[in-house]
């Protein structure tokens, strides 16, 4: 099938309306002079474009196109990963969110200098990089691959467009275009998906008639009790081990929490983890209603399926090529619903990759950048992790089927940096030495299990067409996209043991394995290398989940439960740590004023009564509003 000229204008009016977005942004307002308009929106965003931000950052094209293959393959129990949202963003909305948004970061990775050290923030930092840098090449040239193969499009020519045009509204409107246009790329989602399923549902002969054929063909999925880790799906690993992966995008991924501190208020921002839980749902139900419809579509009309399907991604393309065919304008929505997806990703990776070596490689080395220049640096690394993209696409032309791979690193990686995270906010007692310790062992164990499955299950020859294929694009977000190559063949099951056995975890638990590994090996070495007194702890660093959990108990007793960490007192609209001096503790002299506006502001002269107010309760300054004290004795 070809294209027409109408679903071309649909197509390339997205690409037109995303840029001038950008444009607009670029030349209103406060045109993005500053690095807290252009990194965090001028923090004036409200909840209902952020959370459609959120949903669009990690719904993927390659998600787009997975979900339905899966459910066509395996049957709907792929649909229980809804059950994990809700303890998935409930924890982020007040556990997180708060933390973060309180201590006014702008990256994410700043909250491991002030909990931990300087060290464990640059390795956090540059994880992270590695991560997204060998992701976003991926996800601009997966799905244009596979559109190419189908519709005979520009393969280069959908790169070109996608990563130029992502490129410049990002680099031009900053975090705000991206956010809009987010929101502009969400609407066209649904409307490519709802049409698909309306007129597929239609051709089938009624909603009724896909679900009674899906019944008959058992794809309508019971629960599954079996609590066997290695069992691909069941209700424990989608339940339980998708909280960890929701907990690994939603709670410290860069690109979310940028999301959530550009909110006006704290309120905002946890509103918008709560108006994305919905928004989740529909995205899910909406996959998993297009791979049914598929499915009644094929078993009604088995001369309509395609036979030269290579790859699963392939064959939702080919399902709505077919039924859109007589619709002019139609299929040019569902590429533009597909494009939508890869945009939203590919620009939060941009803005999130320029915020973090901006405030983490750059800024602590060339304090004396003036605001001027900080800014225009920033929008020259968010041209140029935009360039690298295309470069990544190009590499990843040349993979072949190390493609896969590449793929995984992503999920590899979220598990460990999750577990980090926990280390600083769940145990007071853990210091820099077990947190590095702790990422370097789950970094390992994540490679190791992740590239062991991936070359166990890799075919010895070239596998024959879809129905033999190991590779299942099973994408519910973007850590399940890149868990693709280490799902279970949907042939028998062989008799495994040993290492193969230990290969064969189901990819729903890497993310709770890795993140458990990372805080296991940190709380061991922490107590071996001496654990960190609790009053040299910024308590705005740490939530303590006993004194909460045991409320009931008296407060002589969840006074221990804090490990002598000071507790928070609110002056006004701010929080500042009460710290218990007594004859054991150290001078709290080193104290670095983070102003209501994100940014370090070093030392500034203040009254006497104020450094004595400094020393025994932390300090507020009249003449910047909120304002926030980091005694930064752990570092």
Same mark, same amino acid.
């Given at each position: 099938? !070809?294209?027409?000229?109408?679903?071309?204008?649909?197509?390339?009016?997205?690409?037109? *309306?995303?840029?001038?977005?950008?444009?607009?942004?670029?030349?209103?307002?406060?045109?993005?002079?500053?690095?807290?308009?252009?990194?965090?929106?001028?923090?004036?965003?409200?909840?209902?474009?952020?959370?459609?931000?959120?949903?669009?950052?990690?719904?993927?094209?390659?998600?787009?196109?997975?979900?339905?293959?899966?459910?066509?393959?395996?049957?709907?129990?792929?649909?229980?990963?809804?059950?994990?949202?809700?303890?998935?963003?409930?924890? @982020?909305?007040?556990?997180?969110?708060?933390?973060?948004? !309180?201590?006014?970061?702008?990256?994410?990775?700043?909250?491991?200098?002030?909990?931990?050290?300087?060290?464990?923030?640059?390795?956090?930092?540059?994880?992270?990089?590695?991560?997204?840098?060998?992701?976003?090449?991926?996800?601009?040239?997966?799905?244009?691959?596979?559109?190419?193969?189908?519709?005979?499009?520009?393969?280069?020519?959908?790169?070109?467009?996608?990563?130029?045009?992502?490129?410049?509204?990002?680099?031009?409107?900053?975090?705000?275009?991206?956010?809009?246009?987010?929101?502009?790329?969400?609407?066209?989602?649904?409307?490519?998906?709802?049409?698909?399923?309306?007129?597929?549902?239609?051709?089938?002969?009624?909603?009724?008639?896909?679900?009674?054929?899906?019944?008959?063909?058992?794809?309508?999925?019971?629960?599954?009790?079996?609590?066997?880790?290695?069992?691909?799906?069941?209700?424990?690993? *989608?339940?339980?081990?998708?909280?960890?992966?929701?907990?690994?995008?939603?709670?410290?991924?860069?690109?979310?929490?940028?999301?959530?501190?550009?909110?006006?208020?704290?309120?905002?921002?946890?509103?918008?983890?709560?108006?994305?839980?919905?928004?989740?749902?529909?995205?899910?139900?909406?996959?998993?209603?297009?791979?049914?419809?598929?499915?009644?579509?094929?078993?009604?009309?088995?001369?309509?399926?395609?036979?030269?399907? &290579?790859? @699963?991604?392939?064959?939702?393309?080919?399902?709505?090529?077919?039924?859109?065919?007589?619709?002019?304008?139609?299929?040019? *929505?569902?590429?533009?619903?597909?494009?939508?997806?890869?945009?939203?990703?590919?620009?939060?990776?941009?803005? &999130?990759?320029?915020?973090?070596?901006?405030? /983490?490689?750059?800024?602590?080395?060339?304090?004396?950048?003036?605001?001027?220049?900080?800014?225009?640096?920033?929008?020259?690394?968010?041209?140029?992790?935009?360039?690298?993209?295309?470069?990544?696409?190009?590499?990843?032309? *040349?993979?072949?089927?190390?493609?896969?791979?590449?793929?995984?690193?992503?999920?590899?990686?979220?598990?460990?940096?999750?577990?980090?995270?926990?280390?600083?906010?769940?145990?007071?007692?853990?210091?820099?030495?077990?947190?590095?310790?702790?990422?370097?062992?789950?970094?390992?164990?994540?490679?190791?299990?992740?590239?062991?499955?991936?070359?166990?299950?890799?075919?010895?020859?070239?596998?024959?067409?879809?129905?033999?294929?190991?590779?299942?694009?099973?994408?519910?977000?973007?850590?399940?996209?890149?868990?693709?190559?280490?799902?279970?063949?949907?042939?028998?099951?062989?008799?495994?043991?040993?290492?193969?056995?230990?290969?064969?975890?189901?990819?729903?638990?890497?993310?709770?394995?890795?993140?458990?590994?990372?805080?296991?090996?940190?709380?061991?070495?922490?107590?071996?290398?001496?654990?960190?007194?609790?009053?040299?702890? /910024?308590?705005?660093?740490?939530?303590?989940?006993?004194?909460?959990?045991?409320?009931?108990?008296?407060?002589?007793?969840?006074?221990?439960?804090?490990?002598?960490?000071?507790?928070?007192?609110?002056?006004?609209?701010?929080?500042?740590? !009460?710290?218990?001096?007594?004859?054991?503790?150290?001078?709290?002299?080193?104290?670095?004023?983070?102003?209501?506006?994100?940014?370090?502001?070093?030392?500034?002269?203040?009254?006497?009564?104020?450094?004595?107010?400094?020393?025994?309760?932390?300090?507020?300054?009249?003449?910047?509003?909120? &304002?926030?004290?980091?005694?930064?004795?752990?570092?």
């Amino acid at each position: 099938m !070809r294209f027409t000229t109408v679903d071309y204008i649909i197509f390339v009016l997205l690409l037109v *309306l995303s840029s001038a977005i950008g444009l607009y942004y670029a030349l209103s307002g406060g045109k993005q002079r500053t690095m807290q308009e252009f990194l965090l929106a001028n923090r004036s965003m409200s909840f209902l474009p952020i959370s459609l931000s959120l949903l669009a950052t990690f719904q993927s094209a390659v998600a787009i196109l997975g979900v339905p293959s899966e459910i066509y393959r395996f049957g709907t129990e792929y649909w229980f990963l809804g059950c994990s949202y809700i303890i998935g963003l409930l924890i @982020p909305a007040h556990i997180f969110i708060p933390v973060f948004y !309180r201590l006014r970061l702008t990256s994410t990775y700043e909250y491991l200098e002030l909990r931990f050290s300087k060290a464990v923030r640059i390795c956090g930092t540059v994880t992270f990089i590695f991560q997204m840098v060998i992701y976003m090449g991926v996800v601009l040239y997966a799905p244009a691959l596979a559109f190419n193969a189908v519709t005979g499009f520009s393969l280069w020519g959908a790169v070109l467009s996608m990563g130029l045009v992502c490129t410049l509204y990002t680099t031009l409107g900053g975090l705000k275009a991206v956010i809009w246009t987010d929101v502009i790329q969400t609407l066209v989602m649904f409307a490519g998906q709802l049409a698909v399923i309306i007129v597929g549902t239609i051709k089938v002969g009624g909603f009724d008639q896909v679900w009674n054929i899906a019944t008959e063909n058992n794809k309508i999925a019971g629960v599954n009790w079996n609590p066997d880790p290695f069992e691909r799906h069941s209700f424990w690993s *989608l339940a339980i081990g998708g909280i960890f992966m929701m907990l690994s995008l939603y709670g410290v991924n860069q690109a979310q929490v940028q999301r959530y501190l550009s909110s006006r208020t704290e309120k905002e921002a946890i509103l918008s983890c709560y108006a994305v839980f919905p928004c989740q749902q529909l995205v899910l139900a909406l996959g998993c209603l297009t791979g049914l419809v598929m499915f009644a579509y094929y078993k009604i009309n088995p001369s309509a399926y395609p036979q030269d399907i &290579s790859v @699963p991604d392939q064959m939702v393309l080919y399902f709505v090529m077919d039924i859109l065919k007589d619709l002019p304008g139609l299929p040019g *929505l569902f590429v533009a619903c597909l494009f939508s997806g890869a945009l939203s990703t590919i620009s939060s990776a941009f803005n &999130s990759l320029a915020t973090v070596t901006m405030q /983490d490689l750059i800024k602590p080395h060339f304090p004396s950048l003036t605001e001027s220049q900080a800014t225009w640096l920033s929008k020259g690394l968010a041209l140029g992790y935009g360039l690298l993209c295309l470069g990544m696409a190009y590499i990843s032309s *040349l993979m072949g089927s190390v493609l896969q791979a590449a793929l995984s690193i992503f999920g590899m990686v979220g598990g460990p940096l999750l577990g980090l995270f926990c280390l600083g906010f769940f145990f007071p007692f853990t210091n820099s030495i077990g947190a590095m310790s702790g990422l370097a062992a789950g970094l390992v164990m994540a490679f190791w299990i992740g590239i062991g499955s991936f070359v166990t299950r890799m075919p010895s020859v070239p596998p024959p067409p879809l129905l033999n294929a190991t590779s299942v694009p099973d994408f519910g977000n973007l850590t399940t996209t890149v868990m693709s190559t280490l799902l279970t063949s949907p042939t028998a099951k062989k008799s495994v043991s040993g290492l193969q056995k230990f290969y064969s975890l189901s990819y729903m638990w890497y993310s709770a394995h890795n993140s458990t590994t990372v805080v296991i090996v940190g709380l061991i070495v922490s107590l071996l290398t001496g654990p960190t007194k609790g009053r040299d702890i /910024d308590p705005r660093t740490v939530y303590l989940v006993l004194p909460k959990l045991l409320f009931f108990l008296p407060e002589r007793y969840r006074e221990k439960l804090r490990y002598g960490v000071p507790h928070i007192v609110e002056v006004g609209d701010c929080l500042s740590p !009460r710290l218990l001096q007594d004859e054991h503790s150290p001078p709290h002299d080193l104290v670095t004023e983070k102003s209501c506006n994100g940014f370090l502001n070093g030392n500034a002269k203040y009254s006497e009564k104020e450094e004595m107010e400094e020393k025994l309760s932390g300090f507020t300054r009249s003449d910047t509003g909120h &304002s926030y004290v980091v005694q930064e004795t752990s570092l």
